[in-house]
C-alpha cells in the first residue's frame, strides 16, 4: 500500500498550555511519480489547510508549529528504520472573538471523521481547541451554530485531497484514518478514506487540557 503521513498542528492558549489536532494522510495507492517526501507532505498541508486554522481558532491561542511524520510499523522501527519527518513554525494567531466569562480551556469542539469502511478502525476524529468566551454557547449550552461554521472550512479542506506539484511530476494525498495496530499487525488494510465529517455542537472535556 502506500506511504501514509501523520499531520499534527501544535498550538498554545492564553494561560499558555499547549494542545495537539491533526490526521493522516497517505498517497494514492499506487503512488505516482515516485514516493513522496516528508518536506513535500508538509508544504502541500501548509498550503491547503494551515490557512484555515486562524479563522477556526481564539484570539488567544496561537498555532506555532506543524509536523509530518512517516507512519512505520513498530517491528520497522524495531528493525532500525527511521521515520521520516519534517516541521515548520507557523506563529498564527487564531482570529475568533467573544464577549463573557472565558470558558475552562478543557470545553472544545470534537470533530469526527467518517470512512467508507464500517469497522471500528474506520472511525477518526480530532479535538479543536477551546472556544473562550460564554458568547459561543447558546442557550442550551451547545456550541453556538454561528461559531461551528467558522470551523467548517478548517474541517472541510482536511477531507478533501491535497496535490503538490504539477500534474507530470506531482502527489496526490488523500486524508485517511490510520489503524496503527492493523499496520503492526500486518493487515492489507491498515487506513481508510475520509468521506465527511461532523461537528458536534455538544460541549466536549479534555481532562489533559484543564487548567
Known amino acids: 500500500m502506500s506511504r501514509v503521513w501523520g499531520v499534527k498542528w501544535g498550538?498554545?492558549?492564553?494561560?499558555?498550555?499547549?494542545?495537539w489536532f491533526g490526521y493522516s494522510i497517505a498517497e494514492r495507492d499506487p503512488p505516482t511519480n515516485g514516493a513522496s517526501n516528508a518536506d513535500g507532505v508538509r508544504d502541500a498541508i501548509n498550503g491547503h489547510v494551515t490557512q484555515h486554522?486562524?479563522?477556526?481558532?481564539?484570539?488567544?491561542?496561537?498555532?506555532?508549529?506543524?509536523?509530518v511524520t512517516e507512519k512505520l510499523t513498530t517491528a520497522a522501527i524495531d528493525g532500525g528504520?527511521?521515520?521520516e519527518q519534517s516541521s515548520a513554525v507557523l506563529n498564527l494567531q487564531g482570529q475568533r472573538t467573544g464577549t463573557g466569562d472565558q470558558l475552562p480551556e478543557s470545553m472544545c469542539v470534537l470533530c469526527s471523521f467518517h470512512t467508507n469502511a464500517a469497522t471500528r478502525s474506520g472511525h477518526g476524529r480530532f479535538f479543536l481547541p477551546g472556544q473562550q468566551f460564554a458568547s459561543e454557547l447558546d442557550?442550551?449550552?451547545h456550541w453556538d451554530q454561528?461559531?461551528?461554521?467558522?470551523?467548517?472550512?478548517?474541517?472541510?479542506?482536511?477531507?478533501?485531497?491535497?496535490?503538490?506539484?504539477?500534474?507530470?511530476?506531482?502527489?496526490?494525498?488523500?486524508?485517511?484514518?490510520?489503524?496503527?495496530?492493523?499496520?503492526?499487525?500486518?493487515a492489507d488494510?491498515?487506513?481508510?478514506?475520509?468521506?465527511s465529517y461532523t461537528l458536534h455542537p455538544e460541549v466536549h472535556w479534555l481532562r489533559s487540557r484543564a487548567n
Open 139 to 141: 442557550p442550551t449550552g
Open 146 to 186: 454561528t461559531g461551528l461554521d467558522t470551523i467548517r472550512p478548517l474541517a472541510q479542506s482536511m477531507i478533501e485531497e491535497v496535490h503538490v506539484g504539477d500534474a507530470l511530476t506531482g502527489h496526490t494525498f488523500s486524508p485517511v484514518v490510520y489503524s496503527r495496530t492493523r499496520h503492526n499487525k500486518g
Open 53 to 67: 486554522i486562524p479563522p477556526a481558532i481564539n484570539a488567544g491561542w496561537y498555532a506555532d508549529v506543524i509536523v
Open 11 to 19: 498550538l498554545h492558549g492564553p494561560k499558555a498550555q499547549a494542545c
Open 81 to 83: 528504520q527511521v521515520p
Open 189 to 195: 488494510l491498515y487506513y481508510f478514506s475520509i468521506e
